[in-house]
Structure formats: C-alpha cells, structure tokens
C-alpha cells in the first residue's frame, strides 16, 4: 500500500516537472506567438482569429507557409467546439532572405495569420467560449534556428456581450494579401515556370517577386523576369522541382510591402511584352547580342534567302570607281536605308506584338498583300534590269546618287528578311523579350550587319580598286541580272499560290502584266524623248484598281504544301509534341515556311530524302512539321519560347531528354547520323 502510495506521487510529481517544463519552453519561446478573436461568434458565418507573432529581439523571424530553400511553416491543432472548422491560414506578403545561396521567406518583426474559421449553423451562445490552437513554428536568425511550440487560447465572447475588438485587426488584416477577382493561367516548360497574372496595367510595380505557395515547383533564388502584356503581367521563373499540381497558388509582391493572393490554372500565357523587372536567364549580355545581330546580318549577304537582292548589291557595288566622295556618299546612303528596314520591320514587329499579336521576324511575308506587292516590285526591277525602261532611282548604272544607293538599302533589307541566320537568331530571339530600345539596337545592328559589306567599300579605297572599271560591260551585266530577279519574282508568283490559290495568283499575275506593259510603254516614250511618267498611270490606273477588288474575293487560304512530305510528319502542336514525347521515341521537329529559301534549301538537302526516310523508319523516329507560312499563334509562341524569332528551326528530342537545337543549315547526313545514333544496329 506505501509502495503503491509513493509510486503515485512519484507519477504526479513527474506530470508537474513535465506541464512545468513544457511551460516554460513555451514562456522562452524566441518567436511568442498569441490567439486573438476579432469579435463574437455568430451562428453559421465566419469569424476570423489572428496568430499574433513576436519576436523577443529583432534578430529573430518566422516563416511563410512555403518557407523557400530551408526553415519549416507553421503547423496547426485546434481545440474547437464541434461543428465549426478552421480555414486556410492567410498570411501577409512575405520578405525575401538570402543566406550562403539559400532563398527563404520570412517575416522580420512582429506579423500576424489571419484563420477564419466556420461557425456551425447550430451554435447558441451561453457564454464566453473558449478556443484553442496548438502551435509549431520555426524561430530563426541568421546563424541558428530552434524549433518552437505553444498552446495559444483565447477567449470568444457572447454574442450579446458587451466586447472590444483588438484595434490591431485593422492592421493586421490590412497586412494580408487581398485575392484577385479573377484567376490567372500558368504554363511549364523545360526549364520554366510562366505565369500570366491578370492585373491593370496601372498598377504600380516597383520590386515585383511571385512567392509560389507550391512547394518543390521553382528555384526560389533564381532571378524572376516579368514582362507587361497590356492588363496582364507575366511572371517567368526557373523551375527546379515537379509539374504535378492543377492550382498554382502564391503570392505577388509588388513592392513596399504590398501584394496580391493569386491563383492560376494550366492554360496559355502570353508570349512577349514590355520587360519591367528581371532579365531571362538565358539571354546573353547586350554586348554578346550585339554583336551576334552585327555578325548575323554580315552572314545574311551570303545566305540562301538573301540571294534574289544580290544582283542589285553587285551592280551598287561596282559603281564604286567613282570619285571618293561620291563613294562615301552612297555607302552611307545604302547603309542608312537598310539600317532604317531593319529598325522599322522591327518597330512594327514589337508594336504588333505589344498589341496581342503573336508575329515573328519575316512576319509581312505571312501576308498575301504584301506577297502581291514583293511580286510587282520584283517584276519592275527585272524589267528595268532587261532595259525596258529607265527608273532613275533604280537606274545602278547612272552617276552616283545617294538616292538610288538608299533605295537599294531599303529594298535590300526588305527582301532579307524571309531567314535567319547564325549569331542572328540569338540576337533576335532576344529582341523579342528585350525592352523597345534595347530591341531596336539590335535590329539596328543587324541592319549594320547587312550593310557592312558595300559601307566598307565606299569608305576604303583599295577595296574599290579591286572591283572592275565602269564601262559598257555594266549594261550587259545588268541585263544577266535580270535572270536571278526573273526567277525571284517566278518564285513569288509560286509563294502567291500557295498562300491564296490558283485564282488569287491569276489574279496577281493580271496586274503584273497591266504594271509590265505600262512600262513598257514609259520605255518607248523615253527612247523618244518624250515624257513618259503620266502614261504609266493611264495604262496601270485600270489594272491597279482591278486587282484591288479582285485579289481580296479571290483569296482562299490553302493547306499546307508539308502535307506532301515523303516522311508523312504530324502537324505540330503542343499537345501532339507531348504525346510524342511521351511514346519513348525520338521526336524531329522543324518549322518552316514557303517563303523561307534557307527552309527549303535545308529541305531538299537533308529532310526529305529516302535516306532520311529510311533511317527515320528504322530508328522509330517521330517526325512532325510546324508551317509557318501562314500566321500561327501556337508555333509563334513556340518559337519564342525557344528563343528563336523565325524559321528555319530544327529541334531533335532523345526520349526523355529536352531539346537539342540543331544548325540552321542542315548536311546531308546530319538527320541521318542522329537516327542511326538512337538505332546503332
């Protein structure tokens, strides 16, 4: 009995040294935490509790609910009566804090949680009603943490008593993040998280940062781009960790300690906009872009797609055996007018893309109309080259004018820009996510680029003593360059058919002929010396104004000319690329376009060839094909995402592996060698 008596309190004397010790580490708690009620509790609606945390010192700090690279969120027991139900803790917009490469979020002095909780329908108040919740948290500094815990009570009062609430709840709740009205959308690809975040484009943004609630989803020390596109803001983060979630949810801090709560499903996010914040990971220094857009647009003098514009190059550059000053003079002159193409191709390109327009560079090509107007232009200057008629801004041979020197530049670039080359696609890749100056420079450098070539020629003497002397030799030289620009303007006719069909290219084909024929006739009246201009709008006027009306009821979008393919490609599209993907077979993709000489260069050298075929068939190779000659938003936002701002583009994808990004300029036995790579018997 004495023994049984003296076990007893022995246990008891235990239980005490145990609640005693438990209260006093929740006393020397560093990070004190208290429970506060806003107001009495009403039958079936919502009353709202606040988790006041303080720290005991201003070294230490608590945690989100995703507490980044390290740190641990709060963990919460509630002691309710039965029937009401705690919610989802809303939290205030958390801080970034960086320690030996480490991104936590956290709250530095005292902050607190808001919980609402439900109210059963059935509650009858009888008095103060106490409530419970049993904490566990994480207190930090920056050289240690400890884990903490307590038991936070509060007390609700009766409905009809009399109550004061807590003055801090109007601070408090001011704190958290308010919701958007609207849900936002996000996408995932290889390496990046992008969300498109519905919000004014008035809202001040001065230190933007999404905290994603998602845990394992991005790399939380990873520089975060964000770009305007109208009343959306696109956030880009780098992602490090799983896709398997529907909701996105988190946090926009806009800076000052403001933010927003959002939510956002799998959807389209837009592509482009005006950067505001942050710079893409992958973009280059501006100096390396730079000079990869100088070099690119040097390379472009050589490329497949530019050489329907070298008859006109070679005659401007061989009538530098002129006076020095009249050799600068056209030097600057041609430079400035394909600076000024490229800076304006580029200026409408990003004015369209802010404007919602999924475009690329060559985007004018995408329109039949400006196909027409390629084709009338090509077919007046072969004529003028065949010499039936004299246009003196065209006229290369004549004494040197800055004039004709500028119309070249202008044309040239204009007609340059179905491809892109390498260094180029980079460059402009960049442009699109670049800020609108920033952009333009690079345009401007490709432009510079471009016009490097005759610019050195007009301003370094031994290089025009290189070329041959003017003389009769230019008149039949002009005239066997009108062979290539023929079989330019046949190729625009072909490129006119496939965009609108055999009746549009008829159609186009008519209002050539009425442009030719007037011509023509400007080209008797001059050999007669008579004035010879008016004619051409007498005789044009009429095909003109025919064309105007015919050619837009004429047009009917054709499908793509791909389908003929001897590799029988899928179309592309995100969704087919993915199931492709996940077959565990290769996957060739290029995207292409009628109007892109480099495509079709590449094509019948390396893509469409029974070798290919064979090999593609033997290693199980899925190929697939996305046409770009028409406007398409899904391979316009594709092309963006892998940094590319036009075609060609060709992508290999090993199973299970991303993207390799092969050369723009195929060889024959590139394709070949990667198939046999995956198929080694």
Not at 106 to 112: D, E, F, P, T, W
Not at 301 to 311: D, G, H, K, T
Not at 644 to 664: H, I, M, R
Request: hydrophobic share 50%; aromatic share 10%; with cysteine.
């Amino acid at each position: 009995m004495f023994k049984s008596f003296g076990a007893f309190w022995l246990l008891l004397s235990l239980l005490g040294m145990l609640a005693l010790d438990t209260a006093a580490r929740a006393q020397d708690n560093n990070l004190v935490g208290s429970l506060h009620a806003e107001g009495p509790a009403v039958a079936g609606e919502t009353l709202t509790l606040a988790i006041h945390f303080e720290p005991v010192s201003e070294e230490w700090h608590g945690y989100w609910s995703n507490p980044g690279d390290a740190g641990l969120g709060m963990a919460l027991d509630w002691e309710l009566p039965e029937g009401w139900q705690a919610g989802e803790p809303l939290y205030p917009v958390p801080q970034k804090l960086s320690i030996s490469g480490l991104m936590n979020h956290v709250y530095k002095g005292a902050y607190a949680v808001l919980v609402p909780i439900s109210v059963s329908a059935d509650y009858v108040p009888t008095g103060p009603l106490p409530i419970a919740a049993k904490g566990e948290w994480l207190a930090c500094t920056d050289a240690i943490c400890v884990p903490e815990q307590g038991r936070m009570t509060t007390i609700i009062p009766a409905e009809d008593s009399s109550f004061t609430p807590d003055q801090r709840f109007a601070m408090w709740r001011a704190a958290i993040a308010p919701p958007l009205d609207r849900e936002g959308t996000y996408e995932l690809t290889a390496g990046t998280l992008r969300i498109a975040i519905p919000i004014p484009a008035t809202m001040s943004l001065s230190a933007p940062h999404v905290f994603v609630s998602n845990t394992r989803v991005v790399d939380y020390a990873a520089s975060q781009t964000f770009r305007r596109n109208g009343d959306v803001l696109v956030a880009e983060i780098p992602r490090k960790g799983r896709g398997d979630f529907e909701t996105l949810e988190g946090i926009l801090a806009l800076g000052d300690g403001n933010g927003i709560r959002f939510a956002a499903q799998a959807g389209e996010v837009p592509a482009g906009g005006e950067l505001i914040a942050g710079q893409p990971a992958s973009t280059p220094p501006m100096w390396t872009l730079i000079l990869g857009a100088l070099v690119g647009g040097l390379i472009l003098n050589i490329m497949p797609c530019v050489f329907p514009i070298l008859s006109l190059k070679a005659i401007s550059l061989a009538r530098a055996g002129e006076s020095e000053a009249q050799a600068r003079s056209e030097g600057i002159a041609y430079t400035a007018g394909v600076v000024l193409a490229c800076v304006a191709l580029g200026g409408v390109m990003l004015a369209l893309r802010s404007a919602g327009e999924q475009v690329g560079w060559a985007f004018q090509l995408q329109s039949p109309s400006v196909v027409v107007v390629l084709l009338i232009l090509a077919a007046v200057i072969t004529a003028n080259f065949a010499g039936v008629f004299v246009l003196p801004s065209l006229s290369f041979t004549r004494s040197g004018e800055p004039a004709s020197a500028f119309a070249t530049g202008l044309l040239a670039a204009f007609a340059a820009t179905p491809c892109t080359g390498p260094f180029m696609a980079v460059a402009l890749g960049a442009a699109l996510l670049l800020p609108p100056l920033q952009a333009l420079l690079l345009f401007a450098a490709l432009g510079l680029g471009l016009a490097l070539p005759f610019l050195l020629i007009g301003f370094v003497p031994a290089l025009r003593r290189m070329l041959p002397k003017p003389g009769g030799w230019m008149n039949t030289f002009r005239r066997v360059m009108a062979i290539p620009m023929g079989l330019t303007a046949l190729a625009l006719v072909w490129l006119t058919q496939q965009l609108g069909g055999r009746g549009f290219a008829m159609f186009a084909l008519i209002v050539v002929f009425g442009v030719i024929m007037a011509l023509w006739v400007i080209g008797k009246l001059q050999q007669r010396g008579k004035m010879a201009w008016p004619a051409f709008g007498l005789i044009s006027a009429p095909f003109l104004v025919f064309g105007a009306f015919a050619l837009p009821s004429a047009y009917a979008e054709q499908s793509s000319s791909t389908a003929e393919s001897i590799l029988s490609p899928r179309p592309f599209s995100e969704a087919a690329l993915a199931e492709a993907r996940a077959s565990g077979k290769p996957v060739f993709v290029w995207f292409t376009a009628d109007w892109c000489v480099t495509c079709k260069v590449n094509e019948g050298v390396a893509i469409e060839r029974e070798t290919t075929k064979a090999a593609f068939e033997e290693a199980g190779v899925i190929a697939m094909v996305g046409d770009w000659t028409r406007r398409d938003a899904e391979i316009s936002m594709f092309l963006n995402k892998q940094g590319a701002a036009g075609v060609p583009l060709y992508l290999w994808y090993e199973p299970g592996q991303e993207a390799e990004q092969l050369p723009q300029v195929l060889t024959p036995d590139m394709l070949i060698q990667r198939a046999m790579r995956d198929n080694p018997q």
